[in-house]
């Protein structure tokens, strides 16, 4: 199965344990890099979870800001697709804010709807540590034939 056929299915339930891991599995490029994994997708949420290590962390020792708004970029494109079965999502504008440094770790981040289009969309992802918010990001994406 593919990411298309993933996300169209996330559009009418949540997609089950065994359909996170194909997912997961499929994961490439930065996602893979990263070590972001998926935990929940569903219709209006979707939720994925990062475990820092030292290969996250600038040189002071704290989780980069870059980190966060990758986080973002990914999260809220897959959310994306699931609103919109079939299409392509990219994000054409991140604004990260970044409320409290992480050294060590979960970050588990969930993108949200603000709005949904057929041909934009906006996100909202959280960011928590802990159960603390760490970073919120407002990601305006494209919505693009495949």
């Not at 593919?2 to 997609?15: C, H, I, N, P, V």
């Amino acid at each position: 199965m593919d990411l298309f056929s993933l996300a169209s299915r996330a559009a009418t339930r949540a997609l089950t344990n065994d359909e996170l891991e194909e997912l997961n599995n499929l994961n490439v490029g930065l996602d893979r890099n990263l070590g972001l994994r998926y935990t929940s997708i569903e219709p209006g949420k979707v939720i994925s979870e990062l475990h820092v290590n030292s290969k996250h962390l600038q040189v002071v020792g704290l989780v980069n800001g870059g980190v966060y708004a990758s986080i973002a970029e990914s999260t809220a494109p897959v959310a994306g697709m699931v609103a919109a079965p079939g299409k392509v999502v990219v994000g054409v504008n991140n604004n990260t804010d970044f409320i409290s440094s992480v050294r060590s770790g979960v970050i588990v981040a969930e993108a949200t709807p603000i709005q949904v289009g057929g041909r934009t969309q906006v996100w909202q992802v959280l960011c928590t540590h802990r159960g603390e918010l760490v970073a919120r990001t407002t990601l305006r994406t494209m919505v693009l034939e495949r």
